[in-house]
Nanobody, 116 residues
Framework: VQLVESGGGLVQPGGSLRLSCSAS????????MSWYRQAPGKERELVAG????????NYAKSVKGRFTISRDNTVNTVYLQMNSLKPEDTAVYYC??????????WGQGTQVIVSS
């Protein structure tokens, strides 16, 4: 099982980034997929999630209206489009997949730094 994030980097405030998480080794289409983030000295927090069945989404209040989660089950990938980035969005972003049974997997994370 692998979840591999990519797309992180350094961006100026107000800029955009698109994170990708490529999955393998499990039935991606059956898993709820989520993005979490962890800033230095803080706990890991849920950023956005998308269901397996109908693609319903949910977002943390802090990112609603700026971030968009999506998935493409044909290529086993989940995305996080991040717009209007703020310095407080700086964190390591992790991809997570969870099955209906509760079994879950984490990616290794990708660093996002928002700074001028």
């Amino acid at each position: 099982v692998q979840l591999v994030e990519s797309g992180g980097g350094l961006v100026q405030p107000g800029g955009s980034l698109r994170l990708s998480c490529s999955a393998s080794g499990f039935t991606f289409s059956s898993y709820v997929m989520s993005w979490y983030r962890q800033a230095p000295g803080k706990e890991r927090e849920l950023v956005a999630g998308i269901t397996s069945a109908d693609g319903s989404t949910n977002y943390a209040k802090s990112v609603k209206g700026r971030f968009t989660i999506s998935r493409d089950n044909t290529v086993n990938t989940v995305y996080l489009q991040m717009n209007s980035l703020k310095p407080e969005d700086t964190a390591v972003y992790y991809c997570r997949g969870v099955a209906g049974s509760g079994r879950g997997y984490w990616g290794q994370g990708t660093q996002v730094i928002v700074s001028s």
